[in-house]
């Protein structure tokens, strides 16, 4: 009897072979839930502080929960950033240059596939190269370049970059293209052929509704990283792209312009903590609400297009 | 005989037509651009109105960043501890996460949300504002038995600083692990079942199992994360060399040609510690083969 309870009590705790028991399980949560809540951290605290007024900011017995909430904070952060003009620009921008990037990855990884181009070997050294490199290298030339163009200024140095596939990470997209383009048989393609199609018919015909996990996938992380790209977007673009995350960077600067104030330290009209963040969050709200709503998407398809790169 | 070698020839045009956007892209957006900015940072770059004119200064930029500049060696060393410290940490983290969540258990999907949404908002001015301008990214350890503890085992102020600055970096660090736990996960998934349980069999527990078939299987993997752990980490225009490196571009009696040199040593430092953290882990893998 003694035995049995200990061996039930054994196997509640420590788990069979089959399925782990109390403890792992308890181990498991415990770590996730730590851990999550390191992580989410910076998250709360933007929506907890955010939501206070300036007496709730300075008081030390007001810990997360707000004692009323405040929407001023909101309300401002709305207008130094220039909100809606702000989505705009980055919605436009990063839908174009990530349909761009998607477009030529796809053209160049499929000739990369399914031809037997010379010097295979230097081009997948060179596109590994490229995700290699720091992009501040290659800034300062690019700006030279376009300002040689007189493009700086305008929008079309990103979208040029994305057309030429040397946006942020592309590397990695071109090679999930190739990926799939290699994957399935070359007799699909001489089949199209023989019934007349020429290449860029097979191509859009055959190739493409093979790819379309790795078309998700490029567009989707290319729309997040042209959103959150800022570096070569403020230098070689600057004033006719400000995106939310370049307001954002500016944000201190428009918020004095928009709300002057005499003293630093007043609790009224001055730039806190709460207007700051809510600034913040306003400025990932927009990409927060695509996850969410295409959260499965963007799991499985780094699960299922292998980025992980064998 | 001559139809079908211009029949492949052609083959072989139509499959550079196809690759040639990338390749156009990459000779005008990346090739030239690195040649040049490795001229221009060995030049002295005057801007006039008929064009620019280059003339050659040898290692002039390079000597003054690392001897005379005050604050670029400080920052370059701050951004070269972030990145040596930040990637045991994230590779460990990412593991065992990825680990965590390759059980079967309600909540699952939940977590693997909550884990990657760094790699949706994270930018540079969400990274300053959340790092820099506000504590939102600071655990308060200000109280509790860790901070004493802490305080115990950094004593020195030089050290201090440093501990101070990873501490404070901490969650930021971590949330440089969203697309790591996936890659992990993604090959945890494809490990075949029967090995453990033929290991299982035989009489091994999970920690060994663990050592001795999981980590192997993911040795190539995490060579690949840590490469994209630095790339990652080295990119993100809040990194202190990268503020450094933009800051002085448009100077006016150096323009863009002190950038370049600096932007080469970084690029150089962080190919360098590419090169060593992967030489570390295989040479580890060797002895453990032997």
């Not at chain 1, 949560?29 to 390191?38: A, K, N, P, Q």
């Not at chain 1, 403020?234 to 944000?251: D, E, H, Q, V």
């Not at chain 1, 207007?275 to 699960?303: C, D, H, N």
């Not at chain 2, 450094?244 to 430092?269: C, G, Q, T």
Request: proline share 4%; glycine share 8%; with cysteine.
């Amino acid at each position: 009897m003694k035995q049995q309870i200990r061996r039930a009590a054994r196997r509640f705790a420590l788990g069979t072979s089959g399925r782990g028991g109390f403890l792992s399980k308890a181990l498991t949560y415990g770590v996730l839930v730590g851990m999550g809540f390191v992580y989410l951290y910076p998250v709360l605290y933007m929506v907890s502080l955010s939501l206070m007024n300036s007496a709730d900011l300075v008081d030390s017995t007001v810990v997360w929960i707000p004692r009323s909430i405040s929407l001023d904070g909101f309300t401002k952060a709305i207008n130094a950033l220039g909100f809606w003009d702000g989505l705009k620009v980055s919605v436009f921008l990063s839908f174009s240059a990530s349909l761009f990037q998607t477009i030529s990855l796809a053209c160049s990884g499929y000739g990369l596939a399914r031809f037997d181009l010379p010097l295979k070997k230097l081009w997948f050294a060179l596109i590994v190269l490229v995700f290699l490199i720091p992009s501040s290298v290659t800034l300062i030339p690019r700006y030279m370049l376009f300002n040689g163009y007189k493009m700086v200024g305008t929008i079309w140095p990103a979208l040029i970059t994305a057309l030429g596939g040397q946006g942020v990470k592309s590397s990695l997209f071109l090679l999930v293209f190739y990926q799939f383009f290699s994957s399935y048989p070359k007799a699909l393609d001489e089949a199209a052929m023989i019934d007349g199609a020429g290449s860029l018919r097979v191509f859009i015909r055959v190739a493409i509704p093979m790819a379309i996990p790795a078309i998700t996938v490029t567009f989707l992380f290319s729309f997040i990283w042209f959103w959150n790209e800022t570096m070569q977007l403020s230098l070689l673009s600057g004033a006719s792209a400000r995106t939310l995350p370049i307001r954002l960077a500016a944000f201190v600067d428009s918020f004095n312009k928009l709300y002057p104030s005499n003293d630093n330290t007043s609790v009224g009209g001055a730039l806190n903590e709460a207007i700051r963040l809510a600034g913040t969050l306003l400025s990932i709200l927009p990409l927060m609400i695509i996850y969410l709503l295409l959260q499965k998407t963007f799991v499985q398809s780094v699960e299922r297009t292998g980025i992980a790169g064998e | 005989m001559r139809s079908t070698s211009h029949l492949v020839r052609r083959r072989r045009m139509t499959g550079l037509a196809f690759f040639s956007p990338w390749l156009v892209g990459f000779l005008l957006l990346t090739l030239f651009p690195l040649v040049y900015s490795l001229v221009i940072s060995f030049s002295e770059v005057r801007i006039k109105v008929s064009g620019t004119e280059l003339s050659f200064v040898g290692l002039s930029h390079y000597r003054y960043a690392l001897l005379q500049d005050a604050s670029f060696p400080t920052k370059l060393m701050e951004s070269i501890f972030l990145i040596a410290t930040g990637l045991p940490i994230v590779l460990v983290f990412s593991l065992i996460i990825s680990l965590l969540l390759n059980q079967e258990f309600p909540g699952r999907s939940f977590y693997r949300l909550v884990f990657f949404l760094p790699v949706i908002i994270m930018s540079g001015p969400v990274l300053t504002q959340l790092v820099n301008e506000t504590d939102a990214m600071k655990l308060r350890l200000d109280s509790g038995i860790l901070s004493q503890y802490l305080r115990m085992i950094s004593p020195g102020r030089g050290q201090g600083r440093l501990f101070i600055l990873f501490m404070d970096n901490l969650v930021r660090t971590l949330w440089f692990s969203g697309i790591q736990i996936l890659v992990f996960l993604a090959v945890l998934q494809k490990i075949d079942r029967s090995m453990y349980e033929a290991a299982a069999i035989d009489g091994a527990t999970g920690w060994e199992m663990f050592w001795r078939i999981t980590l192997p299987y993911l040795r190539s993997t995490i060579v690949i994360n840590t490469i994209y752990t630095i790339v990652e980490m080295g990119a993100v225009s809040s990194d202190p060399t990268n503020v450094k490196i933009m800051s002085h571009l448009l100077e006016v009696n150096r323009p863009f040609s002190y950038s370049a040199a600096m932007s080469w040593i970084y690029a150089l430092a962080q190919l360098l510690l590419m090169g060593l953290a992967t030489l570390l882990l295989f040479k580890r893998e060797g002895r453990r083969a032997q």
